[in-house]
């Protein structure tokens, strides 16, 4: 019997200048994520969340999905690759809306590493520059952001544990 952890994260030896993450699984943006998003961080904007305001009074004719669900979705995305054994992430270094994003979009997304660099205060660790792009089905960049990300050598990082003994599999 062999038994199999999921990889989440990298450690900072795995990323190499130049590697291309490509995300997995896209993400189809429905109208209600768009609202309870809006709702939750108090974006009132109608633009949003009013069918009348946006076929009438806005360039598109339609309801634009919020810009920053949009990029906490490619960040969300971007987690099991990049940060999901980060120690912190550090800096959002820039934040493009390329395009708009419309209710039934479906958003992928791609992470480039740009920069990896060892820790000059601690040797335990080390700071991962990427950027990020976001597409939707049609191919159409949609948002882009560069970050960087702290994260463990492979050596120091801390062992994932679950807090009961083994799952009784025998």
């Not at 709702?39 to 009132?44: L, S, V, Y």
């Not at 990020?132 to 970050?147: D, M, S």
Request: glycine share 8%.
């Amino acid at each position: 019997m062999s038994v199999h952890d999921r990889s989440f994260g990298r450690y900072l030896e795995d990323f190499k200048v130049g590697d291309v993450y490509k995300h997995w699984p896209g993400k189809t943006i429905t109208e209600y994520d768009n609202h309870l998003f809006c709702m939750i961080t108090m974006n009132h904007h109608p633009v949003h969340t009013n069918d009348y305001f946006a076929a009438h009074e806005s360039v598109h004719g339609k309801n634009v999905v919020v810009g920053n669900l949009v990029y906490s979705l490619a960040l969300g995305m971007s987690v099991p690759d990049v940060s999901g054994s980060a120690i912190a992430n550090l800096e959002i270094e820039s934040l493009l809306h390329k395009n708009p994003t419309f209710h039934g979009d479906t958003i992928y997304a791609e992470t480039r590493v740009l920069e990896v660099s060892e820790s000059r205060s601690r040797n335990d660790r080390g700071i991962v520059k990427v950027e990020t792009k976001a597409f939707n089905q049609n191919g159409l960049e949609v948002c882009y952001f560069r970050r960087k990300v702290m994260v463990w050598k492979t050596e120091f990082a801390p062992s994932r544990q679950r807090p009961y003994e083994d799952g009784g599999w025998e």
